[in-house]
């Protein structure tokens, strides 16, 4: 059985200079390999794409469950490792759970990978 994620600071966008720049803490390696490890999982790969191409970027976690073809328990369980890595929000709105995606804790994942990544061309 794999491990369950450490609770990770959400409330600051991922740490640190780009990887390559040189030799990283261990304290902020970890933070980096949290999120890497929270979208290790083609599961939660498909449910960022799902949130990224949904109407105003917001599912409901019912919908979700029937695009993906799984249980709302096992959504529900991939939301919350994602929620833990910063890499989502939700919240309760009368019988439902809304997610939408946090564009800039990926955007600053892609720039401490790749300092050039996110850079208009």
Do not use: W, Y
């Amino acid at each position: 059985m794999p491990k369950a994620l450490p609770l990770v600071d959400t409330s600051a966008p991922v740490c640190c200079a780009p990887v390559a720049a040189g030799p990283m803490s261990d304290e902020q390696a970890l933070e980096v390999a949290l999120r890497l490890k929270a979208l290790a999982d083609p599961v939660r790969v498909k449910i960022m794409s799902q949130l990224f191409s949904a109407p105003d970027r917001e599912i409901i976690s019912g919908d979700l469950a029937g695009l993906l073809g799984l249980t709302e328990s096992t959504v529900s369980h991939h939301m919350g490792q994602l929620r833990k890595a910063g890499l989502i929000e939700s919240d309760r709105r009368g019988m439902n759970v809304f997610h939408r995606p946090v564009p800039d804790a990926l955007t600053a994942l892609c720039t401490v990978l790749d300092p050039s990544c996110c850079q208009q061309q």
